[in-house]
């Protein structure tokens, strides 16, 4: 878990948020979050990660559901793959949590 710095503006319409000395707005952001519908690890929707988050103060998200080459190599897999992310992201759009897409994948020579 990471704060990241928003201009005021921006951090307005966010559900959280400090102001700082200098009238930034610090957002309680999670920057690494697996669905439900998408990675093999996940195992909480998309819409209540969020719901989750939203309740613990968090004002920002970003989805990073698995990239398995070779799983999503046409149209139907590949909007499989970001059905999480959009899931989160209506949740988000209703909370005011901003919820941004990410990816995590693996390089074919690593063991992980």
Known sequence: MMEKR???????????????M??????????????????????????????????????????????????FDSEKPRSQYLKGYREARRAGEALGVTVLPGMEFRFADAEN
């Not at 005021?8 to 948020?17: E, F, K, N, P, V």
């Not at 952001?29 to 519908?37: D, G, K």
């Open 22 to 71: 200098n009238g930034e707005r610090l957002i309680k952001t999670e920057f690494h979050l697996h669905t439900a519908e998408t990675s093999p690890c996940g195992m909480v929707p998309g819409a209540e990660l969020v719901r989750v988050c939203a309740d613990r103060g968090f004002g920002g998200i970003i989805v990073t559901d698995h990239y398995i080459a070779g799983m």
């Open 6 to 20: 928003a201009p005021g503006g921006a951090a307005q319409r966010l559900r959280s948020g400090k102001e700082t």
